[in-house]
């Protein structure tokens, strides 16, 4: 499966976004789903996984409560939702998917290519 994210930008603190993943090449039904993120400077980082069929959500200590993913996998996409956004959420967010939601969350197999995201204060 191939991924790429789209959906980044400029918002304001406290403003949303919705991050989108357009999955292509495979089942898409067939594989967990992650979003990380890297900030400036600091390591990748996890934040938020979901199972092949969406019934399953996991989410960083950081978002959770402020984000919310979802999949539709008739249409081949996953979304990360995020809301009251903060300065220090701004980095480049990936989607990662892997046979299964743990090693999706873990250490993904596949990796789509990244979207900005730019709080400012």
């Known amino acids: 499966v191939q991924l790429q994210a789209y959906g980044g930008g400029l918002v304001q603190a406290g403003g949303s976004l919705r991050l989108s993943c357009a999955a292509s090449g495979r089942t898409f039904s067939n594989y967990g789903m992650g979003w990380f993120r890297q900030a400036p400077g600091k390591e990748r980082e996890f934040v938020a996984g979901i199972s092949r069929t969406g019934n399953l959500t996991y989410y960083a200590h950081s978002v959770k409560g402020r984000s919310t993913i979802s999949r539709d996998n008739a249409k081949n996409m996953g979304y990360l939702q995020m809301n009251s956004l903060k300065p220090e959420d701004t980095a480049v967010y990936y989607c990662?998917?892997?046979?299964?939601?743990?090693?999706?969350?873990?250490?993904?197999?596949?990796w789509g290519h990244g979207t900005l995201v730019t709080v400012s204060s």
């Open positions: 990662a998917a892997a046979p299964n939601a743990a090693q999706a969350m873990r250490s993904p197999q596949v």
